[in-house]
T-cell receptor, first 112, second 114 residues
Framework: DAGITQSPRYKITETGRQVTLMCHQT?????MFWYRQDLGHGLRLIYY???????DKGEVPDGYVVSRSKTENFPLTLESATRSQTSVYFC???????????FGPGTRLTVL | GESVGLHLPTLSVQEGDNSIINCAYS??????FIWYKQESGKGPQFIID?????DKRQGQRVTVLLNKTVKHLSLQIAATQPGDSAVYFC?????????????FGKGTMLLVSP
């Protein structure tokens, strides 16, 4: 039971480069989420998806793009990375109608 | 704006003591609340949740109390163990464009000494 996985686990990139963080879940959960975690801010929602081809902005969407062509995948793209996007990124999923979100192990992204 | 926050950033306890982690919220329209535990280098892990029409809910060694009058949420951990050392987050459910999303507090670090 793989659950929810994220790749890569660690990434170093340079300002201006495009970066894609991957998220994959094996539970067929309808909802998926992307959060970033920074000291002093806790977890902040970037984007979420209620189902394939349905996505919406969260609290801090600027500079990020998402897509959801398949239920199990929810990639997050930084089109032109900035230093302020250095953070730990968490993907999560949940069943529609349930409260609990299941989190992946996180991706630590450093933008130089 | 409305937000979820915590009173104490760090709580240090001795093994075997009971721990209480507090959280204040301001959105009276939230319909449920969740506590998460996050160990170093890992993703948050669900502990327990409570609906807004409840005052108390118990799990294994954990109890969540909800006081809607003062908009306060607490997580009680009985007989705290070193393995309980982690950051604990409260989160509240909000409706966002017709879909429910969670808003997290900033977290409290629990340190358990043997």
């Amino acid at each position: 039971d793989a659950g929810i996985t994220q790749s890569p686990r660690y990434k170093i990139t340079e300002t201006g480069r495009q970066v894609t963080l991957m998220c994959h879940q094996t539970w067929s959960h309808s909802y998926m989420f992307w959060y970033r975690q920074d000291l002093g801010h806790g977890l902040r929602l970037i984007y979420y998806s209620a189902a394939a081809d349905i996505t919406d902005k969260g609290e801090v969407p600027d500079g990020y793009v998402v897509s959801r062509s398949k239920t199990e995948n929810f990639p997050l793209t930084l089109e032109s990375a900035t230093r302020s996007q250095t953070s730990v990124y968490f993907c999560a999923s949940k069943v529609a109608g349930r409260n609990e979100q299941f989190f992946g192990p996180g991706t630590r992204l450093t933008v130089l | 704006g409305e937000s979820v926050g915590l009173h104490l950033p760090t709580l240090s306890v001795q093994e075997g003591d009971n721990s209480i982690i507090n959280c204040a919220y301001s959105n009276s329209a939230s319909d449920y609340f969740i506590w998460y535990k996050q160990e170093s280098g890992k993703g948050p892990q669900f502990i327990i949740d409570i609906r807004s029409n409840m005052d108390k809910r118990q799990g294994q060694r954990v109890t969540v109390l909800l006081n809607k009058t003062v908009k306060h949420l607490s997580l009680q951990i009985a007989a705290t163990q070193p393995g309980d050392s982690a950051v604990y987050f409260c989160a509240e459910s909000r409706m966002n464009s017709g879909y429910s999303t969670l808003t997290f507090g900033k977290g409290t670090m629990l340190l358990v000494s043997p």
